[in-house]
């Protein structure tokens, strides 16, 4: 019988918590029985491994940034939606660190399949179809917002930019600016 109180979704959401304090890669199935003072042979009832808990801790952190990404965009077209969509995920790395690590695990292909990173790419091709842009120019283009807003905020929250001026917001702005620029002057093949 399950320990009262403790569900698999009480545990995934503890080890998002867990994830933003300590970081995704700290998340275990003994540290979670550790904050709830319990015996780690008590939560494979509600989670396999750390393995199925970090997939579910995934799952969660994809769920919240494509609900905040649908929400953000919203009535929005062209350069507001780009803006909208790149601060979801901006905002999101900076209020839960742990969980937009979550978000890049490798999931295996049936879960990646029911996950909400489809909704992802939906929502990216949907700001893409404001710039006009056919088939494979609209996937190169999702690649590219996907590496440029990843690799911003990787680097910004690792301390990258706080170094220097200008301020990163200043840089990200202008960013923006570049990737409006070039969406809608694509180049042809």
């Known amino acids: 019988m399950a320990r009262a109180g403790l569900s698999t979704a009480?545990?995934?959401q503890a080890g998002a918590e867990l994830a933003d304090e300590v970081g995704f890669d700290?998340?275990?199935?003994?540290?979670?029985?550790?904050?709830?003072d319990v015996k780690v042979a008590s939560l494979y009832s509600h989670v396999k491994n750390s393995h199925d808990l970090k997939t579910r801790i995934a799952l969660l952190a994809l769920e919240e940034l494509a609900d905040r990404g649908a929400a953000a965009?919203?009535?929005r077209a062209g350069r507001d939606a780009l803006t909208a969509l790149a601060n979801v995920y901006r905002d999101y790395a900076r209020e839960h660190p742990g969980r937009y690590a979550a978000a890049q695990f490798r999931?295996?292909?049936?879960a990646a399949a029911a996950s909400a990173g489809a909704r992802h790419s939906q929502m990216t091709r949907a700001i893409l179809r404001g710039y006009d842009l056919a088939e494979p120019d609209q996937t190169h283009a999702v690649r590219l917002l996907g590496s440029v807003f990843r690799g911003y905020v990787d680097l910004e929250s690792s301390g990258g930019f706080s170094h220097s001026a200008p301020d990163s917001q200043e840089t990200w702005?202008?960013?923006?600016?570049?990737?409006?620029a070039l969406l809608r002057n694509w180049p042809a093949p």
């Open 10 to 12: 009480r545990l995934v």
């Open 26 to 36: 700290q998340v275990t199935v003994s540290a979670l029985a550790r904050r709830f």
């Open 73 to 75: 965009l919203a009535g």
């Open 107 to 110: 999931l295996d292909p049936q």
């Open 173 to 180: 702005s202008r960013i923006l600016d570049a990737l409006d």
